[in-house]
T-cell receptor, first 111, second 113 residues
Framework: SQQGEEDPQALSIQEGENATMNCSYK?????LQWYRQNSGRGLVHLIL?????REKHSGRLRVTLDTSKKSSSLLITASRAADTASYFC???????????FGAGTRLTVKP | DVKVTQSSRYLVKRTGEKVFLECVQD?????MFWYRQDPGLGLRLIYF???????EKGDIPEGYSVSREKKERFSLILESASTNQTSMYLC????????????FGSGTRLTVV
């Protein structure tokens, strides 16, 4: 069963704008991760946030986690055309061997 | 550069054939996974393994089996391929402890005709 659900399903913005994607999940988690997938390729790990963290940054990426609402958001600042991809959230249990992914948000950044 | 390698990028098989998808990782990861990805459905977990010769069913194991004889290799087997198994198959691996992300292969796009 899918654990994370991303919102919106698709997002189209202009280069330089910020992109925000949201993820909701259903059960308790140990950590939540965001991945990126370029068209037709494998997923690439972007960032991990633990359940006891509220916010994390990595370059132009900012992730927040609200465990009371069972939700997370991924913000990409100053977007570039190269950020065009699908973005997935995934929730991981303690032993890391049973991670579930959402259906993804398709981000298009127009030059 | 650490890698998860899937043996085929594209594969076309006939209905009823036995199909083997191979995945090899060079990171000494304990966990290995097989997902399939379909439009609008995201990634769905088929099987995973947390040790050699160990396997666990994911959410959609029907019609599939797996084999893990060596730590670095995890094979997905379609016993009798059907058209509804046409999909993108993604292999991943990870350490068997909290706090690590998954490393994915490039995927195998399987078409069953």
């Amino acid at each position: 069963s899918q654990q994370g659900e991303e919102d919106p399903q698709a997002l189209s913005i202009q280069e330089g704008e910020n992109a925000t994607m949201n993820c909701s999940y259903k059960t308790s988690i140990n950590n939540l991760q965001w991945y990126r997938q370029n068209s037709g390729r494998g997923l690439v790990h972007l960032i991990l946030i633990r359940s006891n963290e509220r916010e994390k940054h990595s370059g132009r990426l900012r992730v927040t986690l609200d465990t009371s609402k069972k939700s997370s958001s991924l913000l990409i600042t100053a977007s570039r055309a190269a950020d065009t991809a699908s973005y997935f959230c995934a929730t991981a249990p303690y032993n890391n061997n049973d991670m579930r992914f959402g259906a993804g948000t398709r981000l298009t950044v127009k030059p | 550069d650490v890698k998860v390698t899937q043996s085929s990028r594209y594969l076309v098989k006939r209905t009823g054939e036995k199909v083997f998808l191979e995945c090899v990782q060079d990171m000494d990861h304990e966990n290995m996974f097989w997902y399939r990805q379909d439009p609008g459905l995201g990634l769905r977990l088929i099987y995973f393994s947390y040790d050699v010769k160990m396997k666990e069913k994911g959410d959609i194991p029907e019609g599939y089996s797996v084999s893990r004889e060596k730590k670095e290799r995890f094979s997905l087997i379609l016993e009798s391929a059907s058209t509804n198994q046409t999909s993108m198959y993604l292999c991943a691996s990870s350490f068997n402890r909290e706090g690590y992300g998954y490393t994915f292969g490039s995927g195998t796009r399987l078409t069953v005709v």
